[in-house]
């Protein structure tokens, strides 16, 4: 499964994020990937893509998510806040480890059945 965080005009935050990220021994290895924007906004960084591998690359996840959240200098209102999945954008700012972790699992439950009763979907033309 493959969610994003998109920046909320705060580079700085997902620079920080990916680089917690990176640190924790249990988010360590998880792709993580940078998603640079195009045109005027080229090589800002906009939203990191991340790969979740399983239920455990959830709840690692969304621990260290909530953990660098509270971590951060000032009220965290921007930066980092809003979670990507398909056609849905969730802000995830105020949620609690065990919330942010049903919300992935939510989304990924509803992944597996928009494929299950489309098979063809991701190699139809965009």
Same mark, same amino acid.
């Given at each position: ?5 998109? #920046?909320?005009? !705060?580079? /700085? ?5 990916? #680089?917690?990220?990176?640190? !924790? ?17 080229? $090589? ?12 455990? @690359?959830?709840? $690692?996840?969304? *621990?260290?998510?909530?953990?660098? %959240? ?6 965290? %209102? ?5 979670? =990507? ?5 969730? @802000? *995830?700012? @105020?949620?609690? =480890?065990? /919330? ?11 992944? =597996? ?8 979907? @991701?190699?139809?033309?965009?």
């Amino acid at each position: 499964m493959h969610i994003r965080i998109v #920046s909320d005009e !705060d580079e /700085q935050a997902l620079t920080d994020l990916r #680089s917690w990220l990176r640190r !924790d021994p249990a988010t360590r290895t998880l792709d993580v990937a940078p998603v640079t924007g195009t045109g005027p906004t080229m $090589n800002v960084l906009e939203a990191l893509d991340i790969a979740l591998g399983h239920a455990v @690359d959830i709840a $690692n996840f969304a *621990i260290a998510y909530v953990t660098w %959240r509270s971590t951060r200098a000032r009220p965290a %209102r921007t930066g980092a806040r809003t979670l =990507a999945h398909g056609g849905s954008t969730d @802000d *995830i700012g @105020d949620l609690t =480890a065990e /919330q942010l972790t049903e919300l992935i699992r939510a989304l990924e439950r509803e992944a =597996a059945s928009r494929e299950a009763d489309d098979p063809d979907e @991701d190699l139809a033309p965009s």
